[in-house]
Nanobody, 112 residues
Framework: EVRLVESGGGLVQPGGSLRLSCAASGFTFSMYSMDWVRQAPGKGLEWFSYINDRGTSTSYANSVKGRFTISRDNAKNTLYLQLNSLKTEDTAIYYC?????RGQGTQVTVSS
């Protein structure tokens, strides 16, 4: 059974930073690309970051480019997201995603 468990969210002031983690199990993590997606209050799901299986290729939506960094540790079956220069519009539930499957998400709230 595929299981994805996100953690690391919280309340942060504008301009602050957070690091999210996603612990994966139930599939061969090192063989598959992964994504981060998010859902802001009252809005639909937004894709914003991708990483390939080896971690050698990444891509970002314009909304987060230059502020967020996706990475992975295949030895630990863990996906990461470094969030810097956070803005109030980054407030959302953040999910890691494998082939359409998401975890329960972790809440990120950016507010002064």
């Amino acid at each position: 059974e595929v299981r994805l468990v996100e953690s690391g969210g919280g309340l942060v002031q504008p301009g602050g930073s957070l690091r999210l983690s996603c612990a994966a199990s139930g599939f061969t993590f090192s063989m598959y690309s992964m994504d981060w997606v998010r859902q802001a209050p009252g809005k639909g799901l937004e894709w914003f970051s991708y990483i390939n299986d080896r971690g050698t290729s990444t891509s970002y939506a314009n909304s987060v480019k230059g502020r967020f960094t996706i990475s992975r540790d295949n030895a630990k079956n863990t996906l990461y997201l470094q969030l810097n220069s956070l803005k109030t519009e980054d407030t959302a539930i953040y999910y890691c995603r494998y082939r359409g499957t998401r975890g329960q998400g972790t809440q990120v709230t950016v507010s002064s």
